[in-house]
């Protein structure tokens, strides 16, 4: 999501490197007079991407939840920005009578600026508080699920959202040492568990956190709203890319695009036979993954797969 000369001037790279920058752009197969919807504008790297290959009469309008990333926005009248959740593209495109769109892309997950921004609270490696909103305007943070969530639905948490091998230990755990210990803030959150942990210290913590701010933003959610919006955004002809950082949301986006539904069997009648024709043909049969070289320069990379459909 992100290349130099921003508004401000600083270095974009710094905020987050765009992945499957070139794969993604070509999948979309920008036309020069299209109008495209950038879901995660984060660093801009993605989107100036494809402000590059669209014409005078080309249109972009760019979301981010994150009010940081408004200052990221270049200065190119083409580019509308909203600073929105991704799940009310279809509510802000119709406001601004954008519908249907050529293309939509979306990169989920988090940005390097938010795993490097201590205070944010969305990595195991600082010491800010238990936080992990992406939107700040909302409530709900990870402290309060930890302070106030019962065992039952701790373990559940921790066992859908992060697989973590003895999440219902882990659960026991928080709610008997909250009762004695802050959990507000990562150091603490981390030294109370630290008798529970399982195996390699940082992949049982990048497990856990994942679990919690997935919760705390609602990030499947999301997804399936913003997914079931698709078909009636998209022009005949176009194309949707998606790039995914794990196996969760991987699923959604995969079962999605082949046949329109969340679960892992096809939608059918009691007869066998499907109960709605696809209103999207997938592109990519296999992910796209990030290539030795991106590997290389960007190891945040590895776990990226990017799936394409086209609106038929």
Same mark, same amino acid.
């Given at each position: ?143 309060? !699920?930890?302070?106030?969530?019962? @065992?039952? %639905?701790?373990? $559940?948490? /921790?066992?859908?959202? *992060? ?79 998606? !790039?995914?950082?794990?196996?969760? @949301?991987? %699923?959604?986006? $995969?079962? /999605?695009?082949?046949? *329109? ?52």
């Amino acid at each position: 999501m992100t290349t130099p000369n921003s508004q401000d001037g600083q270095d974009q790279h710094s905020y987050h490197l765009p992945v499957l920058l070139q794969e993604s752009l070509g999948a979309l197969a920008i036309r020069p007079d299209g109008v495209y919807a950038d879901l995660t504008f984060g660093g801009g790297g993605h989107s100036r991407g494809i402000l590059e290959r669209l014409g005078p009469k080309g249109k972009l309008f760019a979301f981010d939840q994150d009010s940081d990333a408004r200052r990221n926005l270049p200065e190119d009248p083409r580019i509308t920005f909203l600073p929105h959740n991704f799940r009310h593209v279809g509510r802000f495109l119709r406001l601004h009578e954008a519908i249907p769109v050529d293309g939509i892309l979306a990169d989920l997950g988090v940005s390097s600026h938010q795993f490097d921004e201590g205070q944010r609270g969305f990595s195991f490696r600082f010491e800010g508080d238990m936080d992990m909103r992406m939107d700040r305007r909302q409530a709900l943070t990870a402290f309060d !699920i930890v302070s106030t969530w019962s @065992e039952q %639905r701790l373990h $559940k948490l /921790f066992e859908q959202y *992060g697989e973590v091998t003895n999440a219902k230990t882990l659960a026991r755990t928080i709610v008997h040492v909250r009762h004695t210990v802050s959990l507000k803030t990562i150091p603490n959150f981390r030294t109370a568990l630290n008798s529970v942990v399982k195996g390699n210290p940082n992949k049982y913590f990048a497990q856990v956190f994942q679990a919690l701010r997935i919760e705390v933003n609602d990030e499947l959610g999301a997804l399936k709203e913003m997914l079931q919006q698709v078909p009636g955004l998209l022009s005949i002809g176009g194309r949707i890319a998606i !790039i995914t950082f794990h196996s969760l @949301e991987d %699923r959604i986006v $995969k079962n /999605f695009l082949k046949k *329109g539904s969340f679960e892992d069997e096809d939608p059918s009648d009691p007869f066998g036979q499907s109960t709605a024709p696809p209103l999207l043909k997938v592109i990519t049969k296999k992910p796209v993954i990030p290539g030795e070289t991106e590997l290389r320069h960007n190891p945040r990379s590895r776990s990226a797969k990017l799936r394409v459909a086209q609106r038929i």
